[in-house]
């Protein structure tokens, strides 16, 4: 395999292998190249659905999209999405956070692609962490954070997770929030939430975390959900077509336990109760948060 870094934080674009004929031996290679570069892109591979699924079988187990129509009943683990006139998931975030165990790999078929944009852009979200000012590092270190499954209209699927955790491989802390996804952090009252997340998924969009790919039809992009986030450009006018294999999951690990208990304020009286009512409502179904998020 030759590898080609692609930018100073992340990605790098893999050529001189077939992804059809990977063995058990170049797949521990790959998945040591994507823990360095945290995303990889594969060139001219053109592969079919069985062989895309075959190629993601070996870094784990597949799950179909809970939310999106497969349109493969012989594949599936894979789900497809086209548009024209403009892209989709146009906001920062990491895939599935709305699940108790998101996704940590993706494994992504350009199958058709516009001659002109619908480039997709990466961040390193070890490298968000890591420059963020120590005591704002101390400050998220304590949080959790609500995600929900609004953007697929089911804004009733809800879980939590830590705004920092640990990759359960390298170690590493990582930013987990995202504009897509995320809705409220969970210690800290609405007005306190959007000022913190508003800046957070600003600032993981910080360009010298990311990497931009201009696609070829053919190219397999592969990256790791877990200290990653990416953001499609919906700048294109032409059809463009993907096909994507989801691996599957573990549930993030705090990089530190909780420090606070949840934000709870009464439903029943005053006009801004009903920017606490998610919240309250996700409580109201786990309790025991009220309890276990304590100093």
Not at 117 to 130: E, L, R
Not at 149 to 169: F, L
Not at 196 to 218: A, D, H, M
Not at 222 to 233: A, G, K, L
Request: proline fraction near 6%; charged fraction near 25%; hydrophobic fraction near 40%.
């Amino acid at each position: 395999m030759e590898v080609v870094q692609l930018a100073g934080s992340l990605g790098a674009e893999i050529t001189g292998i077939k992804l059809g004929d990977v063995n058990e031996t170049s797949a521990d290679e790959i998945k040591a190249l994507l823990t360095e570069h945290l995303v990889l892109f594969f060139p001219e591979q053109f592969l079919d659905p069985k062989t895309h699924v075959a190629f993601a079988r070996h870094f784990g187990k597949l799950e179909g999209h809970p939310n999106l129509t497969n349109p493969f009943i012989d594949a599936p683990e894979i789900f497809e999405l086209a548009a024209t006139r403009g892209g989709i998931a146009d906001e920062w975030h990491s895939d599935l956070t709305f699940q108790a165990e998101p996704s940590i790999f993706a494994i992504l078929n350009m199958v058709r692609c516009p001659q002109v944009g619908g480039d997709t852009i990466w961040a390193n979200m070890y490298k968000a962490f890591d420059e963020l000012s120590e005591p704002l590092q101390d400050l998220c270190l304590g949080l959790t954070a609500l995600h929900d499954a609004d953007p697929h209209g089911k804004s009733e699927t809800m879980t939590t997770h830590p705004v920092v955790r640990v990759h359960p491989e390298t170690g590493r802390k990582s930013l987990f929030v995202n504009e897509h996804f995320t809705r409220r952090i969970v210690e800290l009252s609405h007005d306190e939430s959007n000022m913190l997340l508003g800046y957070l998924t600003k600032w993981v969009s910080n360009p010298r975390f990311t990497v931009r790919y201009n696609w070829t039809e053919g190219t397999i992009a592969m990256w790791d959900n877990r200290c990653t986030q990416h953001y499609v450009i919906n700048d294109f006018e032409e059809e463009r077509i993907i096909q994507r294999a989801t691996v599957m999951g573990d549930q993030p690990q705090a990089a530190e336990p909780p420090r606070w208990r949840p934000y709870l304020r009464s439903v029943k009286h005053g006009a801004s109760s009903r920017l606490d009512r998610q919240l309250n409502t996700f409580l109201g179904l786990n309790p025991q948060m009220l309890e276990t998020n304590r100093k």
